[in-house]
């Protein structure tokens, strides 16, 4: 199987579900992108797509000659299983086919000449994750968590795996780590302090960021784009600066 991705390929992980991997995923394609890298983010989570809601994109990928062409969106390349349903249709596979789908997003779209490759993966550890492994070896893998003990716990068997199958991890985000009330330097750690650190130094690795708990907009719903909070804006750039150091320097080691 030829696999038609170039560029750093970079899984976004979690192993417990609602900690903000999918959110993390899009703000850390865009922020590299505002850096002038070409990205490509693939929203793997087949049965909870949630990528084409938190951008609110609307429009479907075209094809050209049997292949997908993907979705444009900001200055990033997009493909979600959410282009390719009608509404909000459920996605009622079993484990084979999902592995098909997969390689349908390899191998049938034409992703051009991409800097990194942001795979937005389902929590877990389960077909999709071993999937991957078999399919990318080279990928590299963040391990998204909250401060909270319990996510911790989970997110460290996600990373046990990745170094199982030789995945190398990249480092550990903490998401949701504390809240900063509006015109306040206060930091409240409402979920529990320290946990992307333990984790970091239980995998060997570094905390690569620590991102705050959004502030609600006037309708209630948090603004959890980097395009919405200026404050979320300046950790994810950081952490964009940061990874692309790392991999460059990763690069001219190896
Ligand atoms: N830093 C943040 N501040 C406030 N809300 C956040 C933050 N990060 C994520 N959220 C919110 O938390 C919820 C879960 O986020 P998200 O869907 O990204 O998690 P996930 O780990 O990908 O979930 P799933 O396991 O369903 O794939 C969403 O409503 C999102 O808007």
New binding site residues.
């Given amino acids: 199987m030829i696999i038609l991705l170039s560029g750093n390929v970079i899984a976004i992980t ?1 192993g ?10 899009v703000n850390l394609a865009l922020s590299l992108a505002n850096l002038g890298k070409k990205v490509a983010l693939i929203d793997l ?1 087949i049965y ?1 797509y ?1 990528v084409p809601k ?1 951008l609110n994109i609307d429009s479907k990928p075209k094809t050209m000659n049997n292949k997908i062409i993907p979705v444009g969106h900001e200055n990033i390349t997009v493909m979600s299983m959410g282009f390719l349903l009608k509404g909000n249709d459920p996605v009622v596979w079993r484990g084979p086919m999902l592995g098909k789908m997969i390689d349908h997003f390899f191998d049938d779209v034409i992703w051009g000449k991409q800097d990194y490759v942001i795979l ?1 993966l ?2 877990g550890t389960g077909d999709v994750a071993l999937d991957l492994h078999h399919k990318l070896p080279k990928c590299q893998e963040i391990i ?1 968590t909250t401060p909270h003990p319990n996510a911790v716990h989970v997110a460290e068997r996600a990373g046990m795996m990745a170094k199982q199958t030789n995945h190398t991890i990249i480092g550990v985000i903490e ?2 780590s504390y809240f900063t009330p509006p015109h306040s330097n206060e930091k409240y750690h409402l979920f529990g302090k320290g946990g992307g650190s333990t984790l970091a130094s239980n995998l060997d690795t570094e905390l690569l960021a620590s ?4 502030n609600p907009q006037a309708d209630g ?2 603004s ?1 784009l980097i395009t919405q909070d200026p404050t ?1 804006a300046d950790e994810y750039r950081a952490l964009a600066e940061r990874l692309i150091e790392k991999l460059t320097l990763e690069e001219v080691m190896n």
């Avoid at 991102?211 to 959004?214: D, K």
């Fill in positions: 979690s417990k579900g609602g900690v903000g991997k999918s959110t993390v995923a989570d909870g949630s938190i937005d389902p929590p998204v998401n949701m991102i705050p708990l959004a719903e948090p959890v979320l």
